[in-house]
């Protein structure tokens, strides 16, 4: 197994991608501990992965909800060997109706509490961990609406770059995971009425090469290859899993 013994920490693990890598992350041997926010989905999770896993509530948005959840970690297991930053949500609006709470609201998820996950848990990561962050095919195109939301997988991109770097002298990869359009829950976070959402989703879908959304448990698999040994020489990258929307 390539996860045997390893302790995983996986925010926005309660749903679509992040709960997709929780399960194969315990079929390949890791102690898993999966971050959320919403109750239903909480509790959902928990049986769905079962006693063997820690499932925190805590909101991302907050700097102590961070510091609880990593200190609730690091209790139970005594270090993290894997960071799968994941969790993300993004509002869809035009420029002129994007407000500075839309902004701010974004970054605060996507981007700062990415961060200060990662700042928190570094001090528990031993030499050979990896820290793995969701960034998006949103940071490489422009697509109308979603200016804020490409603007934080963009800084989120950046972000790997610098902590590679930073990160590789103590043996820690830290390496970005980018899904395309996935057929998770989250589209239906964006914000949009039903009629508008299943618009939008069959115009991005006829732009794929491969014809389809993905699906999260592809995205999953391509964590846990940046996650485990595998990608044992590759740090500072991102991983582009999007059926070359981002790539043809």
Known sequence: MKLQNKVA???????????????????????????????????????????????????????????RAIGDVAATFG??????????????????????????????????????????????????GSIVATTSFLNTVGTPGLSILSATKAATRSLVRSLA?????????????SPGPIATPFHTKLGLPDSLLSETAAAIEAQVPLKRFGEAAEIAKAALFLASDDSSFTTGAEFVVDGGLSQV
Do not use: C, W, Y
């Open 9 to 67: 920490l996986i925010t926005g693990g309660t749903s679509g991608i992040g709960l997709e890598a929780a399960k194969l992350f315990l079929a390949e041997g890791a102690k898993v501990a999966v971050i959320g926010t919403n109750s239903a989905r909480l509790e959902a999770a928990a049986h769905a992965l079962g006693g063997d896993a820690l499932v925190l509530s805590a909101d991302l948005r907050n700097p102590a909800d961070i510091d």
């Open 79 to 128: 270090r993290i060997d894997i960071v799968f930053a994941n969790a993300g949500a993004g509002t869809a609006a035009p420029l002129e109706e994007v407000t500075p709470e839309m902004i701010s609201e974004q970054f605060a998820l996507n981007f700062t509490g990415l961060f200060l996950t990662i700042q928190k848990a570094a001090p528990l990561i031993p030499k050979g």
């Open 165 to 177: 770097a930073e990160l590789a002298p103590r043996g820690i990869r830290v390496n970005a995971v």
